[in-house]
């Protein structure tokens, strides 16, 4: 009887290709920073015994008199004008409570809602009995969500893309990233969100959910290109091979 | 164990060390990528596992809530097969508590909570090979957990434990030898400051003593230090390498 065995081989790092900026200066907790007077003091620092200590491990960013170290990862932390993908865990009398891989959870008000059609008015007490009709606990939603760190996610001036493959995505600048099957049509009164599900969008959209999760695994930024290179990559694979480390690393590569 | 020498003539120790030296340490940071942050760590045979979760809303009961702070929510467990014995450990464990509340109070010090008003962090910590030093492998492993989460301390934590054997000091104690009834000292630092954050000891020890074994205590956790900043240094560089900083 023939079996299949695989041994696992360690992993390669890349380091050795790529620049190294010797410029930077990495800090860790507990190190001095500088013990220069008159000094802003910005994120991951604080003032102790006269000195500026770093209290994450990151990189120190120095803008004149303002030193801040930035870590390579934490939770989100808003920015205006951000576009987030969150996940409704309570529903209060005004507002929802929003999930959004902060490190409180977010508040999304009434008043903040479209109303269907595009109606302007201050939202009274009916609509707040009513607000259940639009999010309800445990609504099914068509699609995928997949979290992944805030530092993954690359700063672009829109985050909803349609892939050409039949699935959109939209990447939340915290991280969640919302993989769906595009509507045909897009309407403005449609407030039905139970839509029929076919089963090739079903399986664009897990290989989409693969993708992001290879582009995690070797720590790549994730935008909408390496999305794309990333699946296109990926169809040239034979599905029970795609699991396999070693392909994933092979795919991650060609992209 | 009657004639087990936990200290030889020569000045060696039941497993070949000398007298202030530490065990084999290896650590890893971002092992699970499910938590905001995760560590492995091995201390000789002793290895201990830490994940952390947080700053995030408090779950549960609101009212616990701090208004000004994080709260710090520690949980320590073995695993059934960490002893030499199988032995399955309940989760309201008297011990398990005790040393739940003895990483909070740690990790109280060190975090800087007031940044997090409302929130909470969890840090979880289990034991799965237990060789002696467990409090120490915890709060070590615990400590780059918390790094790899990003959360902001004032220094790094780091700990050993330390006894007293025929007039000298044994630094990074075995099981062997923490069973062997001495008194033991276990010791958590913050390696800049030299502040404690933590200092507990189980059986007596004279006080005549008590500062040699402090001080040998605190040099094996600078020791503890210097290769924890190196794991962490390393996994930043190759983070920010791959992220194409």
């Not at chain 1, 410029?23 to 015994?49: E, R, W």
């Not at chain 1, 939209?170 to 993989?179: A, E, K, M, V, Y």
């Not at chain 2, 995760?38 to 408090?58: C, D, F, R, W």
């Not at chain 2, 007596?204 to 205590?217: I, S």
Request: charged share 25%; net charge negative; proline share 4%.
């Amino acid at each position: 009887m023939v079996t299949e065995i695989r041994l696992p081989v360690a992993c390669q790092w890349l380091p050795e290709n790529l620049d190294w900026d010797t410029q930077k200066h990495l800090v860790a907790p507990g190190d001095t920073i500088t013990t220069d007077t008159g000094i802003m003091l910005g994120c991951g620092t604080y003032m102790g015994d006269e000195k500026v200590i770093a209290s994450v491990t990151g990189f120190v960013e120095r803008v004149n008199k303002l030193i801040c170290v930035k870590a390579v990862k934490t939770r989100y932390n808003g920015e205006v004008a951000d576009i987030v993908v969150g996940r409704i865990t309570e529903v209060q009398q005004k507002q929802w409570k929003v999930e959004t891989n902060s490190r409180l959870d977010s508040v999304l008000l009434l008043s903040s809602m479209k109303l269907p059609g595009g109606q302007l008015r201050r939202r009274s007490s009916e609509d707040e009995l009513a607000r259940r009709n639009f999010l309800w606990e445990g609504d099914l939603m068509t699609g995928v969500l997949v979290q992944v760190s805030p530092s993954l996610v690359k700063r672009q001036k829109t985050p909803f893309h349609d892939l050409p493959c039949g699935a959109s995505v939209i990447l939340g600048n915290n991280g969640f990233i919302w993989i769906y099957p595009t509507p045909e049509q897009r309407e403005e009164e449609a407030e039905d969100f139970i839509a029929s599900l076919e089963p090739e969008s079903l399986l664009v959209i897990s290989q989409l959910w693969n993708c992001i999760v290879f582009l995690l695994a070797q720590k790549m930024m994730l935008f909408d290109t390496s999305l794309l290179y990333n699946y296109e990559a990926f169809l040239s694979h034979p599905i029970k091979d795609i699991l396999k480390p070693e392909i994933m690393e092979e795919i991650v590569t060609e992209t | 164990m009657a004639g087990l020498e936990l200290l030889s003539d020569q000045g060696y120790r039941v497993d070949g060390r000398r007298a202030g030296e530490l065990r084999k340490i290896q650590a890893r940071m971002g092992v699970f990528a499910q938590a905001d942050g995760s560590a492995y760590i091995e201390q000789g045979n002793t290895k201990a596992l830490a994940v952390v979760y947080g700053p995030h809303e408090m779950r549960g009961s609101r009212s616990r809530a701090l208004p000004d702070r994080a709260l710090v929510n520690c949980q320590y467990s073995m695993a059934t097969f960490s002893t030499g014995e199988r032995k399955r450990r309940p989760h309201g464990d008297r011990k398990a508590c005790e040393m739940g509340l003895q990483l909070r109070q740690t990790f109280e010090a060190a975090i800087l909570t007031q940044l997090y008003p409302r929130s909470q962090i969890d840090i979880y910590v289990q034991v799965l090979q237990a060789d002696g030093g467990n409090y120490a492998a915890c709060v070590n492993a615990a400590t780059l957990a918390v790094l790899d989460a990003g959360i902001p301390m004032r220094d790094f934590v780091c700990a050993c434990s330390a006894g007293f054997v025929d007039g000298t000091a044994l630094a990074d104690l075995s099981h062997v030898e923490e069973a062997a009834g001495g008194p033991q000292v276990a010791l958590a630092l913050l390696p800049a400051s030299g502040q404690l954050a933590l200092l507990e000891m189980d059986a007596r020890l004279h006080e005549d003593h008590l500062q040699q074994v402090l001080e040998a205590a605190s040099q094996a956790a600078r020791d503890v230090h210097a290769l924890l900043d190196r794991v962490v240094r390393q996994h930043v560089r190759e983070a920010a390498l791959l992220l194409g900083d």
